[in-house]
C-alpha cells in the first residue's frame, strides 16, 4: 500500500474520552474511526489487522472439521422466545427494531438460536453428527457502559462456533479438540504466555464454563491464578465448592486483572431441547442432540494485543497479525527511485511511505502504526547497496543487502 494515495492521515490527538492507551493509538495511527461511544470503523490497516487475526482462526477451526457459514443479524423474536432469552427483564443487552408491516426484529448479540433451528432442517440422524459450524460474524449488544475502546464495544466482531453430537462423551471428546484449537490460535496471535484457560461458572447443564482469559491491567475481570498459573479462575466462582474441585487452597492464589478473550462452554441440551434439535440414535430412538459453543472475541483480541504490546511512541504488532511487514522509508530521490524498485511485486508485505516527507515525520508515523520492520534507503545505505532495517519491537538497527531483503 501506498501512503501517498491512502486516505489516512495519521492524527496528533485522540478523542479525549478514550482513556485505554490501545485506543488512542489504534485512533491516531489510522486503524479505526469512533463513529460514536462503542461503536468504531475499520479502516484499510485495521482491516488487514481483522482479516489476519480471522486467518488464523479460521486456519485453526478448519483443522478441527469446522464449517464456516454467515447467519444473519436480524433475529426472529419467535426463536427467542422458546429459550425465554427475547424478555428484556431476561436478557437486558438487545437491541430490537420495530418492522415498518408490524412486530419486532431483534440485532443478534449471540447465535445460538439461529443455529440450533437452523440445523433442525439438515440433521436428521446421528449419521449427520458430529457437527461443527462457525462464523465471524458482527454481534450487537447494548453494553451499559463501552468501554476501553474496541476492547468493549456494542457492536463487535465475534467468531462463535457450535458443535452437535449425539454423546456426552463425543462433546466432551470434542470440547479437548477446540482447547487444543485454542491454544494454539492464542499463540499464533502472540497472545499464548499470557492467555490462561480459566474456570468460570458454567449453567444449568455444566458446572463450568471455561474462558480464555489474557491477564493485562486493562482488563475487567479478576481472576485468581496458582504459583505456576496451572489452575486460574475467575472471581465469580471463588468459593469452597470450586477451590476444593479444583484442589487448590486461597492462600495459594493471586489476584489480577484479565481481559476475556474467549470462551467455551458445555451447552448440552440448553438450546438443542426448548428448540427440538433432535435426531434419530442407532437404536432408532429420537434423541435430542448435544451441544458445545465457542466464542472468540475477534475485534476485542485486536484491542487486547494492541494494548499489550504498544509502548511510549504507538503500536507495536506481533508479525502474525501485523498489516504489513515492512514500513519502507526513502529518504531522497536516489532512496525513492531504490524502494520503488523493492516494492514492485511486494506490494502486499510493503507500507510505501514514498509521501515527500522529513524523515522524522516518517519515522514517527511507522514508529506510531507499529509495523515490525521499518526499513529506510537513502544516499548512505545505497553506497552499501543497502536498506536499513529496524525492529520495532528492539529497536536494533542493521544494514541489510537490498537483494537480500524481501528473501528473508
Ligand atoms: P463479557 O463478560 O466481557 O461481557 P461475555 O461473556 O458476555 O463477555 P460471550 O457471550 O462469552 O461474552 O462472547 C464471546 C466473546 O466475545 C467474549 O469472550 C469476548 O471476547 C467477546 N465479547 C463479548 N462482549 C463483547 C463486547 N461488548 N465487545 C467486544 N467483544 C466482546
Ligand atoms: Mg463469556
Redesign the pocket.
Known sequence: MRLSKSFIKTLRDAPKDETAKSAGYLIRAGYIYKEMAGVYDYLPLGLKVIENIKSIVRDELNKIGGQEVLMSALQNPELWQKTDRWDDQKVDIWFKTALSAGGELGLAP?HEEPMTNMLKTYIKSYKDLPLAVYQFQTKF?N?LRAKSG?????E?I?K?LYSFHTTEADLDRYYKEVEGAYARIYDRLGLGTDTHETFASGGVFSKYSH??QTFIPVG??TVYYNSDKSIVLNEEVLNDEVLSDLGVKREELQETRAA????IFKLKFKYSEPLGLKISNENNEMQTVYMGCY???I???MGVIAEKFCDDKGLVWPESIAPFKYYLAPIGEAGLAAAEKLYTGHEDEILFDDRNLRPGEKFADAELMGIPYRLVISDKTLAEDSAEITDRKTGETKLVKLSDILTR
Request: charged share 40%; glycine share 12%; aromatic share 8%.
Open positions: 449471540t449488544r453494553e474496541i476492547m468493549r464495544t456494542r463487535f465475534m462463535d474462558e480464555y475487567e475481570d476475556e478473550v474467549g470462551n466464542g472468540i472475541g475485534s476485542r483480541v
